[in-house]
Nanobody, 120 residues
Framework: QVQLAESGGGLAQPGGSLGLSCAAP????????MGWYRQRPGKQRELVAS???????TYADSAKDRFTISRDNAKNTVNMEMNSLQPDDTAVYYC?????WGLGSRANYWGQGTQVTVSS
């Protein structure tokens, strides 16, 4: 069973910042696309940002210009810095590792989730 170990999150005031970190096994981290999803209350889980093993990033429109995803290859971690947080960013944030290969083969792993609450 692959374990993705998340840390960070917590409580921030509107306009504030928080950071998330996710550690993965080296065998996963080196070849998988790593990402952060979130599930807001009453809504479906959605992609926030992802980064490929080669460093190509993708952001949801809601995260562009506010969130930054990065990889630390020495520590096998994916980090996300979240700035200008708003109450609508309140959600459980999940680390994800995904790999697609061959004719549709897919492996997908999730962290346990970490709560981010933005409130004054």
């Amino acid at each position: 069973q692959v374990q993705l170990a998340e840390s960070g999150g917590g409580l921030a005031q509107p306009g504030g910042s928080l950071g998330l970190s996710c550690a993965a096994p080296r065998s996963i981290f080196s070849i998988y696309t790593m990402g952060w999803y979130r599930q807001r209350p009453g809504k479906q889980r959605e992609l926030v940002a992802s980064i490929t093993s080669g460093g190509i990033t993708t952001y949801a429109d809601s995260a562009k210009d506010r969130f930054t995803i990065s990889r630390d290859n020495a520590k096998n971690t994916v980090n996300m810095e979240m700035n200008s947080l708003q109450p609508d960013d309140t959600a459980v944030y999940y680390c994800n590792a995904v790999r697609v290969w061959g004719l549709g083969s897919r492996a997908n792993y999730w962290g346990q989730g970490t709560q981010v609450t933005v409130s004054s």
